[in-house]
């Protein structure tokens, strides 16, 4: 039974030159702030070496400051070989001038042993793209039961179809799959629920290579600012192996005065209507809300939603996105993270088709005013049944020094503790040493590679290595859920759980969604996993519902424990 708590206003202040509320929870009972009711726990441990990980992100950079150069770093988690285990695709760059040159770098796919480590197997599986990559998509597009892969790239895009044995084949081509200028990240998503999974693309800016920028007279990566935004694709499966372009008919290609310079992308079901919308964080320019109105339509909504740009009604630098339901209430929240001197967005879900921005009520906003974020997480770590919130952060700017920006080029990344439901607290000095070394972060990308019940961190570094976190601070118990859809998608995404437990003050609910693609150019572990919190505890009920429109309700399920959950039953 939570304790009863005060909410107490007791300053406004200039944040980014925007007026703020900040506020304080008190307890009532003790009078401290609520912040000080956290116990140690949240912690990591460095393995990338230890399990076999020696992958080093290229960026083709020779000192002429070319834009890709600066943003990539991207990693995937994906069972490639059907064997229960999640291995990791790492997307590389390359010479921009000469993507694909003999002897260059290459995409690496890392094979899961089961407790035994890592082999690179990328070449052997076919996927070992040379382009210059900077995204990447994982889901079963045509429900064979395989994990297929989509790469983006400044240049052709790549589809490959996942053959089994561990093989996979370019189809990109035999697939209609086209576009792929300067593409950003990609997610899978089954827009009008048929069971397919359709694609969603997202284009950054018209970028011209013969720029060249200057701060004064110092030399710099240019600013988005100085190109035309490039509209995003969505892809229809078609239901036979190919796929159609409705990017136009569907409503998401913007026209050129509203292009979004999309980075980040998540779905969600923002409206708990049983279809997935997508939110896209764009660089520069609003933000982007696209609410499914069925049969292949979206309307933008970002700006209705209180979606689209800060508490200050200013367009941000939006880089990485997560979903999930921070405070409790049942509703999917957003999370965005932001450029340097500005503040990361906490997008609260109030219901009703609207957000509000938390950002400074819930200790999100002062924290990252320094550091610049990319890839966002929104994870249970601690498995005590609330999301808390990892942040990966890296200037854009190699010679940031040199601008007065305090923060430098390499930064520390950050993780956040949710206090349930009721707000963040920084405790990334308490998690482990790699929180006290500065690096480029990219992409976050999560899963439970190791199969004890949390989640664990693949972090890639801009021009550096990759970075494998695992989860040794989750003292509590846990349910969770491999679906797999019949009428629905094979791979579930889409699927809304719903989990009701009772513990030791009492029952709760929890709320979830099957998703793969979040954070910032980032495949997540899309199986379903939520926190229970330690002592006694038990899963009374679980209802499950499919994007097919069924609703499956579970009963006497154990915890600590996966469940292979398969789409059955005709309750609508």
């Known amino acids: 039974m939570r304790n009863k708590r005060t909410l107490i206003i007791v300053m406004t202040l200039a944040l980014a030159g925007l007026s703020i509320l900040t506020t304080i929870l008190l307890d009532d009972e003790t009078g401290s702030p609520f912040f000080s009711k956290y116990p140690p726990g949240l912690r990591f441990e460095r393995v990338d070496s230890e399990l076999g990980i020696d992958f080093r992100h290229e960026t083709g950079a020779r000192g002429e400051r070319l834009m890709p150069e600066t943003i990539i770093g991207a990693a995937g988690w994906i069972d490639h070989d059907a064997d229960g285990l999640l291995d990791l695709y790492l997307v590389n760059g390359a010479d921009l001038e000469n993507p694909g040159g003999a002897g260059g770098p290459r995409n690496q796919l890392y094979r899961n042993l089961g407790g035994k480590g890592f082999e690179e197997v990328g070449a052997a599986a076919g996927v070992a793209d ?59 998503i089954d827009c009008d629920r048929d069971g397919h999974l359709d694609l969603y693309v997202c284009n950054y800016v018209r970028y011209e290579p013969g720029r060249r920028c200057l701060q004064g007279e110092l030399p710099v990566y240019c600013s988005p600012g100085e190109f035309e935004g490039a ?49 896209v964080a764009c660089d520069q320019v609003p933000n982007l809300l696209f609410r499914n109105d069925g049969d292949f339509n979206f309307s933008e909504v970002g700006l209705v939603a209180d979606v689209a740009y800060s508490s200050g009604g200013v367009s941000q630098a939006g880089m990485g996105v997560d979903a999930g339901d921070v405070d409790l209430d049942g509703l999917q929240d957003l999370v965005v993270t932001n450029f340097s001197r500005e503040p990361n967005a906490l997008y609260l879900n109030r219901g009703g088709g609207l957000f509000s921005d938390a950002s400074a009520i819930f200790g999100l906003a002062a924290a990252s005013l320094p550091p610049l974020g990319f890839g966002v997480v929104l ?59 500065a690096a480029v972060g990219r992409a976050v990308a999560a899963a439970d590679f190791d199969g004890d019940g949390d989640d664990d961190l693949a972090v890639v570094n801009n021009g550096e290595g990759v970075v494998l ?81 069924i609703r499956q309700v579970l009963g006497g399920l154990e915890i600590d424990r996966w469940h292979h959950v398969v789409e059955t039953g005709d309750e609508r």
Not at 250 to 262: F, Q, Y
Not at 513 to 522: D, I, L, Q
């Open 231 to 279: 509209p995003d694709e969505l892809w229809r499966n078609q239901g036979d192996g190919t796929f159609k372009d409705v990017s136009f008919s569907s409503g998401i290609a913007l026209g050129k005065l509203d292009a979004g310079k999309s980075l980040g992308v998540v779905p969600l079901d923002y409206d708990d209507d049983g279809d997935s919308d997508i939110y």
């Open 130 to 188: 040379a382009g210059y990559g900077t995204g990447l998509a994982v889901g079963d597009y045509d429900n064979d039961g395989l994990s297929d892969l989509f790469v983006t790239n400044y240049g052709a895009n790549v589809l490959y179809h996942n053959e089994g044995g561990g093989r996979f084949r370019d189809v990109t081509v035999a697939a209609g799959i086209g576009g792929g200028a300067w593409s950003s990240a990609a997610v899978f």
């Open 379 to 437: 994870c249970d770590f601690d498995l005590d049944s609330d999301l808390d919130l990892y942040v990966a952060n890296g200037h854009v700017l190699d010679n940031v020094a040199e601008l007065g920006f305090p923060s430098g080029f390499a930064q520390p990344d950050q993780l956040f503790e949710n206090n349930d439901g009721l707000g963040f607290k920084e405790v990334s000095s308490q998690a482990g040493a790699w929180f006290g070394q």
């Open 469 to 549: 976190l695992r989860n040794q601070g989750a003292a509590g118990h846990w349910i969770a859920f491999h679906l797999q859809g019949v009428r629905s998608n094979r791979d579930g995404y889409g699927a809304r759980v719903k989990v009701e437990a009772t513990g030791a003050a009492g029952a709760f609910v929890r709320r979830f969604e099957c998703r793969s693609t979040r954070s910032y150019a980032a495949a997540c572990d899309p199986r379903v996993r939520a926190g229970l919190g330690s002592g006694a505890v038990r899963v009374d009920r679980v209802e499950i519902s499919w994007p097919s429109g």
